[in-house]
Every structure is written in C-alpha cells, then in structure tokens.
C-alpha cells in the first residue's frame, strides 16, 4: 500500500515533507498536490526513478514529463538556453500554472523529454510543492498522479483511486484550486504556440506577448510528443463522453432528446451540467454532476474532474456535457472535454433544435 501523509495545504508540516523528499532523493515516487492538479513526482534527472513513472502510470514512451522547479534560478540544471521572451514571462506568470518548452539541457534524461530536444517546466505556486522541491533540492518530473489516458486527480482520493500500491507516498493536502493542469507554451516558432490550454489563458499570455497561436494539430499516435496531455483521447473516465456544442438552448434541448433516446435503450446517462442547465432536464431518470455556476468558470474548472469521477463510479454508460465557449478558462475546459469525448463532438444548430 502507498504511504499516505496529511499536510496542511498553506504550511505544510516541515516532517512529512521530509520524508517525502528523501524518498524522492532515494529514487523513489511521491504523488503531490500542485495548484493545478495532483502530480506524481520523481528526481528529474534520475533515468531510473523516471522509468519509474512511467511504468506507475502505464505511460508510453513517447509521451513526455513537464519538470517542476522550485524558481528559475534552478533552470540551467535542466536548460540550454532561455530566450528573453521566456524571462518576461517568466517574471510575470512565475509561480503559477504556466508550462514554458525550452531547449533540454544536457542534465535532463531524454526518458523525460521522450527523446525530444526540448524539455517543458514550470515553478508551481503550491506551498505543498514549494516546500517538496526545496526539501529534496533537485528538479521534480512529476505528470498528473493517475493512469494514463484517464481522468487527472484533484484530492488523494482520487489519487489512490488509480495508484494505491504502485507509488511509495502520497502527500494528502486537500483539493486543488486551479483543476486543470497547467499551460504548455512553446516558444519554438516565430510566433507563441500553445500546445495545451490550462491554468493561464490565451488572453492572459496575449496580453504579454502580442500575438499567441493555440496548436491546432492532432499528433499521430505513437509520435514523441512536445506537450502532454495532448493524444486526441485524454483525460478520459470509463464511460463514453459526448460534447454539445452551439447556444444553450438548442444544445440542452438536443441532449435532452438524446438522453431520452439513451434511457429508452436501456443506458445508464450521466449530465455533467453547470448549476443554470439543472432544472432543463426535469425528472428525467439519469445521473447528474454539478460543475458549479457557469458566471464562474474558475468553478467549472476545479469541479470538472471531480464531477467526472462522480459519474464514473456511479457507473454511467455515457456522459453527456456542453461546452462553455473558449473564453478565459473555458478554452482549457473545452481541450479536456473533447479529449475526453475521443472526437465525439456534436454541433447543434438553431434549426436542429
């Protein structure tokens, strides 16, 4: 079984943190909360305790780790080079949920970059984190704490839920705030690329940059990837996943009808729905998960793994949710979903409704 330690999530107890950072050090894996998500963590430039989250999570070589460090003065451990462009947002959007692709330093392991030349990191903001990379004075690879492909963790609950058994401690500091993982940006090409929508949005890096582009591109299966969390079926609970999209009113009258359809054909349907979207299915025979308010997508955000997990273990066949446009968090909200849907995304008009 895996060690479990409860840490207060603002100061956490300077004991189980250094029994985390020795395992750490010894090569061993420590599940951690971030501000984003729950990560598992391993020395980054250990090849050997790297292999080691890849085999806990059933991940595929190809797909690569983001290293956490405890601020930049640690990056010429881990890079070859930082553009001024990095510096500037390196000033404005660290510690936080911000992922920058930067040239991998020859220190790195290419198990961590999955044989890539460039190397994703970011300074998280979360005291739990904090004190872990300061504990263990080394750079953390940590990708979320779960099975690969599946639904990302926000609580140890969830972490345990995927790994019991697999890791050797996890450190229990309550919910995490964001929800969903960081922002991945690459600052290869000309011009800014986002590779994963996350925790800072496009209009925030804008705002900094100018001009920022979000990777369009699906990776073929198989090809080493620059960002994770980018195969085009992520973050996926067991049940089937389907995505609405269009205005509010004809998406919910459209997956009304389909849930009808479903139920009538012996399926067990689960909603995920905002708070505003309850009271438009009635006392329909399904399942339904709340994301909070939809004026509120910093709420939607931080219960949408939750919610997911909800109706999984309620052992739903399909699960049925709207998207919230791309605005602010709703672009990284609307990248997990479609990910999770593996495509499965319907386009409602007006005159289908």
């Given at each position: 079984?895996?060690?479990?330690?409860k840490?207060?999530?603002?100061?956490?107890?300077?004991?189980p943190?250094a029994?985390?950072?020795?395992v750490?050090?010894?090569?061993?894996?420590?599940?951690?909360?971030?501000?984003?998500?729950?990560?598992?963590?391993?020395?980054a430039?250990?090849?050997?305790?790297?292999a080691?989250?890849f085999?806990?999570?059933?991940r595929?070589?190809?797909?690569?780790?983001?290293?956490?460090?405890l601020?930049?003065?640690?990056?010429?451990?881990?890079?070859?080079?930082?553009p001024?462009?990095a510096?500037?947002?390196?000033?404005?959007?660290?510690?936080?949920p911000?992922?920058?692709?930067?040239?991998?330093?020859?220190?790195?392991?290419?198990?961590?970059?999955?044989?890539?030349d460039t190397?994703?990191?970011?300074?998280?903001?979360h005291?739990?984190?904090?004190?872990?990379l300061?504990?263990?004075?080394?750079?953390?690879?940590?990708?979320?704490?779960n099975?690969?492909?599946?639904v990302?963790?926000?609580?140890?609950?969830?972490?345990l839920?995927?790994?019991?058994?697999r890791?050797?401690?996890?450190?229990?500091?309550?919910?995490?705030?964001?929800g969903?993982e960081?922002t991945?940006?690459s600052?290869?090409?000309?011009?800014?690329?986002?590779?994963?929508?996350?925790?800072?949005?496009l209009e925030?890096?804008?705002?900094?940059?100018?001009?920022?582009?979000?990777?369009?591109e699906i990776p073929?299966?198989?090809?080493v990837?620059?960002?994770?969390?980018?195969?085009?079926?992520?973050y996926?609970?067991?049940?089937?996943?389907?995505?609405?999209?269009?205005?509010?009113?004809?998406?919910?009258?459209?997956?009304?009808?389909?849930?009808?359809q479903?139920?009538?054909?012996?399926?067990?349907?689960?909603?995920?729905?905002?708070?505003?979207?309850?009271?438009?299915f009635?006392?329909?025979?399904?399942?339904?998960?709340?994301?909070?308010?939809?004026s509120?997508?910093?709420e939607?955000?931080q219960?949408l793994?939750?919610?997911?997990?909800?109706?999984?273990?309620?052992d739903?066949?399909?699960?049925?949710?709207?998207?919230?446009?791309p605005?602010?968090?709703?672009?990284?909200?609307?990248d997990?979903?479609?990910?999770?849907?593996?495509?499965?995304v319907?386009?409602?008009?007006?005159d289908a409704?």
């Open positions: 079984m895996t060690l479990v330690l840490v207060d999530p603002e100061r956490p107890d300077p004991e943190i029994r985390a950072a020795a750490i050090r010894a090569g061993g894996l420590v599940a951690f909360p971030t501000e984003t998500v729950y990560g598992l963590g391993a020395n430039l250990d090849p050997e305790a790297v080691g989250i085999r806990a999570k059933d595929p070589a190809y797909d690569p780790l983001i290293v956490h460090l601020d930049a003065t640690v990056l010429p451990d881990v890079v070859s080079q930082v001024d462009v510096l500037e947002l390196i000033a404005r959007f660290w510690p936080g911000l992922t920058l692709v930067l040239p991998r330093g020859p220190q790195v392991p290419t198990q961590v970059t999955a044989g890539g190397v994703a990191v970011r300074v998280p903001s005291p739990v984190a904090r004190a872990l300061a504990a263990a004075q080394v750079p953390i690879a940590a990708p979320s704490a099975r690969f492909g599946r990302s963790p926000t609580c140890a609950e969830h972490v839920a995927d790994l019991d058994g890791i050797d401690l996890l450190l229990d500091g309550g919910s995490t705030q964001v969903v960081s991945v940006l600052l290869a090409g000309s011009i800014a690329t986002i590779l994963r929508p996350g925790g800072v949005s925030a890096l804008a705002e900094a940059l100018g001009e920022v582009q979000v990777a369009q073929v299966e198989g090809e990837l620059l960002s994770p969390g980018t195969t085009s079926k992520h996926a609970p067991h049940a089937i996943v389907v995505l609405y999209r269009g205005g509010r009113e004809a998406v919910l009258e459209r997956m009304r009808q389909d849930a009808v479903r139920v009538d054909h012996g399926d067990t349907v689960g909603l995920l729905l905002v708070d505003e979207d309850l009271s438009a009635g006392a329909l025979p399904v399942r339904r998960a709340s994301l909070g308010t939809v509120t997508m910093e939607v955000a219960q793994y939750a919610a997911l997990r909800t109706l999984d273990q309620a739903v066949s399909v699960i049925m949710v709207r998207d919230f446009g605005e602010g968090l709703g672009l990284a909200i609307r997990r979903l479609t990910r999770a849907a593996a495509g499965r319907i386009v409602v008009t007006e409704a």
